[in-house]
């Protein structure tokens, strides 16, 4: 049989359950459910049976006539200005612009690349995470900063640019920040 300590513990829970699920309906008051409104496309376009009736106009003249006979000019040369017309109504001719001859001195072609660029090559790390965090660094504080891998090591490299005294100052600059000292390279674009 059933105790009465039982019979209340599962009467409790149940009106609890209920409490809790069927109050906050009770009390919340008018909910409003939003609805989508959703238009159909229809599948075939309704069409009106009444066309729309355009009216046909009639074609309009212009006034404007040609001359019967065939214009001829002639350009007399003593005088450069003036044009000659006949059998029409005489034109003025605008003078043409002199034409100013311009000296062009060529310049020799210079390779642009040839001595021209340089970097810096900081270090040569093993580790490449290594490597790829003290470029994050350098590029925050401003430097031109890349890595390049070969043979197993990732460089570090500075540049390029085509001022070698900034990059001496920055050698002593980059010095002071990683503690070791880089070399002054020439740049080579085709293999850097």
Do not use: C
């Not at 409003?32 to 009216?55: G, M, Q, R, T």
């Not at 500075?158 to 920040?177: A, F, M, R, Y």
């Amino acid at each position: 049989m059933v105790s009465k300590f039982q019979s209340r513990l599962v009467g409790t829970i149940i009106l609890v359950a209920v409490g809790i699920i069927v109050l906050p309906d009770l009390f919340d008051g008018k909910k409003l459910h939003y609805k989508e409104e959703v238009a159909s496309i229809p599948l075939k376009p309704l069409v009106d049976e009444n066309p729309e009736v355009f009216e046909i106009l009639e074609p309009v003249v212009d006034e404007v006539s040609l001359p019967d006979a065939p214009v001829e000019a002639t350009i007399d040369e003593s005088e450069p200005q003036q044009a000659i017309v006949t059998e029409a109504e005489p034109i003025e001719v605008t003078p043409e612009p002199e034409v100013v001859d311009v000296i062009v001195n060529e310049v020799a072609e210079r390779n642009q690349y040839q001595d021209s660029a340089w970097i810096i090559q900081l270090v040569a790390l093993k580790n490449k995470d290594n490597a790829i965090n003290l470029v994050k660094d350098l590029q925050n504080r401003g430097y031109q900063a890349h890595t390049k891998e070969e043979n197993g090591f990732t460089r570090v490299i500075i540049g390029p640019d085509v001022s070698k005294s900034k990059l001496e100052k920055q050698v002593t600059e980059l010095e002071k920040i990683t503690g070791s000292k880089g070399q002054l390279l020439k740049f080579k674009p085709l293999n850097p």
